[in-house]
């Protein structure tokens, strides 16, 4: 399944936050670096990517819609994230 605009990707199930750059899974942990924390606690199943990707940009310059694309693609592969 491929993100669009208007999907709203959230933590899954069993997913949750532990510290500023840990992330619990039901496989273990995940340590997050650079901008994946921030990306991430932005996905609250309320934002859209196109929110998301715009909040992040005002935030961190060179950041582009098809790296926080493939991150999440990354993550939703891995039952991190879904949409």
Request: hydrophobic share 40%.
């Amino acid at each position: 399944m491929i993100i669009t605009e208007n999907s709203q990707p959230r933590l899954a199930r069993g997913c949750r936050f532990s510290s500023e750059d840990m992330l619990l899974v039901p496989e273990g942990v995940l340590r997050l670096k650079g901008a994946g924390a921030e990306i991430l606690r932005r996905c609250d199943g309320q934002r859209t990517f196109a929110e998301i990707v715009q909040e992040l940009r005002n935030e961190f310059s060179g950041m582009v819609e098809t790296d926080v694309q493939e991150f999440l693609g990354r993550l939703r592969e891995r039952n991190v994230v879904e949409w």
